[in-house]
């Protein structure tokens, strides 16, 4: 409860203000609190995400260096089409193994491998030399054809992007729709043409000086490898994502990294072995005296003379082209001569292979976009394909950048980036959402409770402020008339027929005065809580007539009459009564009757018991006054309430005798309802029935 000194002086409006002013003072620390708690889990799922990032992007780095390493380890000698095996003086030579068809994968996505001299013509291991009889070799001529086909397209997309000296004539390329059978009927034609005596057909390499193929430059140089281009098949630029880097800057110091590195730049250690490198190698002389290459079967290529020469290999390089392939390639010195070997990919599939299937199998694609970007050239978007997002965080983390760093050379060039599109909970958040809400239900359900204690405990102290004020205004008036009669009888001032009418008003005053100190004192015991009651069976046509006799003086005093009514099968029950509580109840509905229908032109008041549903018996008093207004039927069942204030009432009473009726039939098992009997207002008091005849 509320101080009494607090709820002097307090209204509705005082007391709202008051205990909003303290839960707001309550609320705001809590708020508080809470809000920093859920950045802090926000915190720490960010930072939990970004090391699943980091540790994805060591994982697709390591996996491509493993296949890099793999690559660079090949020979120079590989990227041709015979190799000498073994010690060069058994003179063995077999097939490269990157001549293998389909080619040799040794990255995803690969188209094929190539090799380009000083001059920019164009060879791959795919292909037998000029001359050689490619079914000596075991190469079928459907094979064949499908062998010419890739390293024409090899060919086209190098020189597109001016990579060797010329591309095949557009007449003659064979693209996606050219089939292997146009190609094989080629090959016939020339076989039938005594191009071969013996069935055979030649090998024939797609290079510039064949009369299918046309120059698309004077003059070749190839520096075009070492030099950027500038590319067309692109998404955007990395500095137009504007992403916000405050986070992952805050990730990076807190995990001591150091303040110079920059978070754009950064970079894993460099993978071991990319320096230069010198081998030796054996490679079967490329012709024979006589000027051609012996073709019959693969043990005349084994008569070839083997010579050794030294080379020095450098590391791999990447270079995005201007087609969005993607070409890695190395520069290998040989007796003053630079040539460059390499292997040209498909960028797609080498993305999506190594970078996007990788992403995918994480939880970073339920809530993380993964843009792969070339320098600075947005070259492939993975986006998340989740929508569940930390509670009210989408508007503050869309966008933010939550990892980002460079791969090892050869492919420094590429960037992976990661940005958050939707942050899921923490570990935690869910916990912390039950206590958000339970303090929200606690807060919210504790400014009603105290807000209606508090008005309570202020109705309680006017009303009992009326109360007084009733009573010593009922006390007073009883007293002052009896003392006044008194006296005159006294001074013998009153004849004998004055006399007698002063002694029925001392009387009357005296009843009244007995039934307030009687309501007074069960109201105290009612508010003690410790109300005593002595329930027994009653019968109900005895309770009517005791009751009756009680009150018809009363009414008939009042100038009423009482007309009391009961039928059988209620005068026949039996109830488990409080004989002197129900005729205080009755008597207090009859005092109520007779005080509020005091100008009423009918002046009766009916008592009645009935049967009612569910085996009870129903009491009822009734008076033809104006009844009672709706607003209040429900009000004038508590305690101390008036319908007039106590300087503009015109009735006499405390406002405790209809809340001592409820509050008694209560105690008894049993119920008060009020009804507009229209005209009038009829007060109805069940009791449940013992037994019933």
Not at 121 to 136: E, K, N, Q, Y
Not at 197 to 209: D, K, L, T, V
């Amino acid at each position: 409860m509320l101080p009494k000194r607090l709820i002097t002086g307090f209204d509705k409006g005082r007391l709202r203000n008051f205990i909003a002013l303290f839960f707001l003072a309550l609320a705001v620390p809590t708020a508080v609190l809470i809000w920093q708690a859920y950045s802090q889990l926000k915190w720490e799922a960010f930072h939990q995400y970004r090391g699943v990032a980091e540790e994805l992007t060591g994982r697709i780095d390591t996996r491509l260096n493993a296949m890099i390493r793999t690559a660079d380890a090949r020979s120079f000698a590989d990227y041709t089409f015979l190799v000498v095996t073994g010690d060069p003086s058994a003179n063995f030579v077999q097939r490269s193994p990157l001549s293998a068809y389909p080619v040799a994968e040794d990255l995803p996505g690969i188209l094929g491998y190539f090799q380009v001299d000083t001059d920019g013509s164009f060879s791959t291991p795919i292909l037998p030399p000029d001359g050689t009889d490619a079914a000596s070799l075991g190469i079928g001529e459907e094979e064949f054809a499908a062998r010419l086909k890739l390293a024409q397209d090899i060919q086209v997309v190098l020189a597109d992007n001016r990579l060797v000296q010329s591309r095949p004539q557009a007449g003659s390329r064979r693209g996606p729709e050219s089939s292997v059978a146009s190609v094989a009927l080629e090959l016939e034609e020339e076989k039938n043409a005594g191009k071969g005596s013996s069935g055979a057909y030649r090998a024939r390499q797609p290079a510039a000086e064949e009369e299918d193929v046309v120059a698309v430059a004077t003059e070749y140089s190839q520096q075009v490898f070492d030099d950027a281009s500038e590319r067309q098949n692109i998404i955007g630029k990395v500095s137009d994502l504007k992403l916000d880097a405050d986070l992952q800057q805050k990730s990076e110091q807190l995990e001591g990294e150091g303040a110079k590195e920059q978070s754009s730049d950064m970079a894993f250690a460099a993978s071991p072995g990319r320096s230069k490198r010198k081998e030796q190698i054996a490679l079967p002389e490329s012709v024979r005296p006589d000027g051609n290459l012996p073709a019959s079967n693969v043990a005349a290529l084994n008569e070839l003379r083997i010579s050794t020469f030294e080379s020095e290999i450098d590391p791999f390089e990447l270079k995005l082209l201007d087609s969005g392939h993607i070409v890695l390639f190395r520069k290998v010195w040989r007796d003053g001569e630079r040539y460059i070997q390499g292997l040209l990919l498909d960028q797609e599939a080498f993305v999506q292979d190594i970078i996007g299937t990788s992403f995918r199998e994480t939880a970073l694609s339920t809530m993380s976009n993964l843009i792969v970007a070339y320098e600075d050239d947005v070259i492939r978007a993975f986006s998340s394909r989740d929508e569940s997002s930390y509670p009210g965080s989408y508007e503050t983390v869309a966008g933010t950048l939550l990892y980002r760093n460079r791969l090892t050379a050869p492919l420094n060039s590429l960037e992976l980036i990661f940005s958050i599109n939707h942050l899921p909970p923490g570990a935690g958040a869910g916990v912390l959402a039950w206590v958000t809400f339970v303090l929200a239900v606690v807060f919210v359900g504790g400014f009603v409770v105290l807000y209606r204690l508090g008005l309570s405990q202020i109705n309680l102290a006017r009303q009992q402020q009326d109360f007084v004020s009733a009573v010593s205004h009922e006390l007073k008036t009883p007293l002052t008339s009896i003392r006044m009669y008194g006296e005159m009888l006294k001074e013998g001032w009153a004849d004998e027929e004055k006399r007698q009418s002063y002694y029925e008003f001392i009387h009357d005053e005296s009843e009244r005065l007995s039934k307030l100190i009687a309501n007074v004192l069960q109201l105290a015991r009612i508010t003690r809580n410790d109300p005593q009651f002595d329930l027994k069976p009653m019968n109900v046509g005895e309770l009517m007539s005791n009751t009756q006799s009680k009150i018809s003086n009363q009414v008939e005093r009042a100038g009423f009459e009482l007309h009391v009514e009961s039928d059988d099968v209620a005068r026949q029950a039996t109830i488990a009564m409080d004989e002197d509580c129900f005729a205080q109840i009755i008597i207090n509905l009859v005092d109520n009757a007779i005080k509020f229908s005091r100008d009423a032109e009918k002046k009766v008041i009916e008592v009645s018991s009935r049967l009612a549903g569910d085996d009870c018996i129903e009491f009822s008093v009734r008076d033809f006054g104006p009844g009672i207004p709706r607003d209040q039927m429900k009000k004038i069942f508590q305690l101390f309430y008036r319908s007039e204030t106590e300087l503009t009432r015109e009735t006499v009473g405390t406002g405790i005798g209809l809340a001592i009726v409820h509050q008694l039939a209560l105690a008894m098992n049993g119920g008060v309802d009020l009804i507009n009997a229209e005209p009038g207002a009829e007060f109805r008091v069940r009791f449940p029935a013992i037994k019933l005849l």
